[in-house]
């Protein structure tokens, strides 16, 4: 009977201390610059920005993966402060993958910068306008333009295979800053999809090969993310604690993506460039599909 009663009482007390545990994990940590998130999102955030460091530096479309994660735990309470964190992430991520391609393959300064810096005036303007444009009405025209982007994609297996420029160098670069400051713009209002647009512009437009093409949108969306930060900082929207940690987290996904990308060529960017566009597709559509 003595046994029996001790044994309840154990059990009774390990039902306790469990219960303390899943309470420590799932309450809000009041670290500064977290946004009330619990220990279980935090770990959940890391995951998702390690993995969409990894996509965003093979092809773009990492936004995929972080922003839904970060809406979903909803640091901050209001939508605004998981989109502005995201691009200080996002920031460093793509900067980390900008050295990793430049220290392994070819990057063109020149026409690269000039672009970002279209891109980064557009993606300062986007973010001013991140509130005031219908989300129904973006997702719309967004699903529309990735599903013609993947089709063309799909239907040319040879298209950014080889280097096979359509353009004289001025008007390439002329056609560059020019498709940098709208993709920009798009990107400031938090859009989904900017890699994947940056790489079909240079692969579709411009004859680009795939792998060349996402080492130059990787330095086009450094741009547009420090663009966007331009104007996300000052408005103090920015969880630089939560910030800081998932840049790190994001950092190493994409030193690892980059590198995969060089050894593995254009070939593989292609393919991950399709599976990246038909997410996306089912992303929005869903969306849509929901109201």
Known sequence: MAGGMARRGGAAQKAVRLSGYADRVTSALDWPGFGQVSLAGLLFLCLAAAFAGAVDAVVGGGGLIQVPALLLIGPGGQPLYALATNK??????????????????????????????????????????????????????????????????????ELGVAETPRFKRVAQIAMMVLGGGLIGFYDGLAGPGTGAFLVFLLVGLLGFAFLRASATAKVVNVATNLGALLYFIPAGKVLWGLGLVLA??????????????????????????????????????WKAALG
């Open 248 to 285: 790190a987290c994001n950092l190493a996904g994409a030193v690892f993506g980059a590198r995969l990308a060089v050894r593995r060529g254009s070939a593989f960017v292609r393919r991950v460039f399709l599976t990246v566009v038909v997410a996306l597709v089912v992303s929005l559509g």
């Open 88 to 157: 200080v992430a996002s920031v460093v991520g793509t900067g980390s993958a900008v050295v990793t391609y430049a220290r392994q393959t070819t990057v063109d300064w020149g026409s690269a910068l000039p672009m970002a810096f279209a891109a980064f005036g557009g993606a300062v303007g986007g973010a001013a306008f991140a509130g005031a444009l219908q989300p129904s009405v973006l997702n719309a025209v967004v699903l529309v333009a990735l599903v013609g982007v993947g089709l063309y994609t799909w239907r040319k297996p």
